[in-house]
């Protein structure tokens, strides 16, 4: 299992697979690979980490691009296509570069129930966008989820890295009012 940089064999594919210079390709610092050694560490089957490692190259990267998918490949020995399959499944990894604000409005059953489709109504008009949107100036990307696991707190939402509860329209105004 190669847990450095992307082999021979893997950069010339990159090549072939229209990505940048070989040489100048997207990577983990060397304090990331022993993160991501680590990591692989605490699974039986190495791949196992290959979640975590994904949050890391977003947190790093800004999102995970076609290059951080066949990047992130060559640290597990796997193809491309598995890991863009895992990065598709999951609604938690941004194919594109996000803004700077991330708005996740929850619309399963109890949020619904609760006035979600309100909120996400009032969130369209208020932005301008629809949901999976990013607004023109970068600020706010809008998104729909399922469950947040607040329903006791419903309608809800995850605005960057907090939840915000018991949302209303007048709310959903001043949280906007604070995105900067």
């Given at each position: 299992m190669s847990h450095g940089q992307p082999s021979t064999s893997n950069r010339a594919s990159a090549v072939r697979a229209g990505l940048s210079d070989p040489a100048t390709t997207i990577s983990f610092s060397e304090a990331q690979l022993g993160e991501v050694r680590r990591l692989q560490s605490l699974y039986p089957d190495a791949r196992g980490a290959l979640?975590?490692?994904?949050?890391?190259?977003?947190?790093?990267?800004?999102?995970?691009?076609?290059?951080?998918?066949?990047?992130?490949?060559?640290?597990?020995?796997?193809?491309?296509?598995?890991?863009?399959?895992?990065?598709?499944?999951?609604?938690?990894?941004?194919?594109?570069?996000?803004?700077?604000?991330?708005?996740?409005?929850?619309?399963?059953?109890?949020?619904?129930?609760?006035?979600?489709?309100?909120?996400?109504?009032?969130?369209?008009?208020?932005?301008?966008?629809?949901?999976?949107?990013?607004?023109?100036?970068?600020?706010?990307?809008?998104?729909?989820?399922?469950?947040?696991?607040?329903?006791?707190?419903?309608?809800m939402a995850q605005v960057d890295d907090r939840y915000e509860l018991n949302l209303t329209p007048e709310k959903i105004d001043r949280l906007l009012e604070g995105l900067r």
């Open positions: 979640l975590p490692v994904l949050h890391m190259a977003q947190e790093t990267f800004g999102y995970i691009s076609l290059e951080a998918e066949e990047y992130v490949a060559t640290l597990f020995d796997l193809s491309p296509a598995h890991v863009h399959e895992v990065v598709t499944f999951y609604t938690l990894y941004f194919r594109e570069r996000p803004g700077r604000h991330v708005v996740a409005v929850c619309h399963n059953l109890s949020c619904h129930l609760a006035g979600a489709p309100g909120i996400i109504a009032h969130l369209k008009d208020k932005l301008g966008i629809d949901p999976g949107a990013t607004t023109e100036d970068g600020r706010v990307t809008f998104l729909t989820v399922e469950c947040l696991c607040a329903c006791e707190a419903a309608p």
